[in-house]
Every structure is written in C-alpha cells, then in structure tokens.
C-alpha cells in the first residue's frame, strides 16, 4: 500500500461537506482533517501500490463537489 496525503482547498463554506462527501464516497480515504492556512482540509488516504496517483487524486478527489485545489504529498517512510 502507498500512502498520500492530499491538502484540499475549498468553495468558501463548504470544507464540512467536502469532507462528508469524500467520506462517503471515497473508500481508500482514512481520516480526514480540517487545517488552518492555504488549505481548507488534509486528507489521509491509502491506495494499492498498481493505483495510479494522479489519476486517483484528478478522478476522485478533485470531482468532489466543492473542491476547489488540492496540493499533493506522497508519503515515503514511516518512522517510529
């Protein structure tokens, strides 16, 4: 499994139910977080290592109703 983080900014007052829908219709999302800053929302997810990234964040999580920008992190190690 492949983990990314993606920031998302938001239509003006919609960052709780951009995170709604993402939970609802996003099966490989994990947690979701609203943030201060640029960006309205930091979304966990984690995709099988044959998924394609920008495919997935442009296809899934960009088409979220009320996403307006998402900024990308691909994650490469977990230290503990």
Same mark, same amino acid.
């Given at each position: 499994?492949?983990?990314?983080? !993606?920031?998302?900014?938001?239509?003006?007052?919609?960052?709780?139910? !951009?995170?709604?829908?993402?939970?609802?219709?996003?099966?490989?999302?994990?947690?979701?977080?609203?943030?201060?800053?640029?960006?309205?929302?930091?979304?966990?997810?984690?995709?099988?290592?044959?998924?394609?990234?920008?495919?997935?964040?442009?296809?899934?999580?960009?088409?979220?109703?009320?996403?307006?920008?998402?900024?990308?992190? !691909?994650?490469?190690?977990?230290?503990?």
């Amino acid at each position: 499994m492949r983990k990314i983080y !993606v920031m998302i900014k938001c239509d003006l007052g919609c960052a709780y139910n !951009v995170a709604a829908g993402m939970i609802e219709s996003i099966e490989e999302l994990s947690e979701v977080d609203s943030i201060s800053g640029q960006f309205d929302l930091l979304a966990k997810f984690y995709l099988p290592n044959s998924c394609d990234v920008g495919r997935f964040v442009t296809e899934k999580v960009q088409t979220v109703e009320g996403v307006r920008d998402t900024f990308t992190m !691909v994650a490469f190690n977990a230290f503990t």
